[in-house]
């Protein structure tokens, strides 16, 4: 199913008489908040975190840049399971 959007993002509503077409709130305005309650979000930050510090300490250590994605990779291989197993360690 197509929707008009209007300009400013948000899709027409019509009332009963569908006759007038108002604007409506987009439906992610409905779940605000949402992913910062979800605990699987809290993870994901946590752990994007640990990455992004990963990613700061191999560039400093290579003089340069390494990317996230290379940062990712290596920080998967050689920490996550650790880092899992200390984190939900620490929670209980």
Sequence with gaps: MN?????????????????????????????????????????????????LRHKWIESEKKGKDIGFERALLDWIRKHRENWRSNRSSSRK
């Design 3 to 51: 929707h008009i959007v209007h300009p400013n993002g948000t899709l027409p509503a019509m009332n009963k008489d569908k006759k007038d077409m108002s604007t409506a709130q987009p439906a992610a305005n409905s779940s605000k908040g949402f992913a910062e309650r979800s605990s699987l979000y809290q993870e994901f930050l946590a752990e994007r975190e640990e990455i």
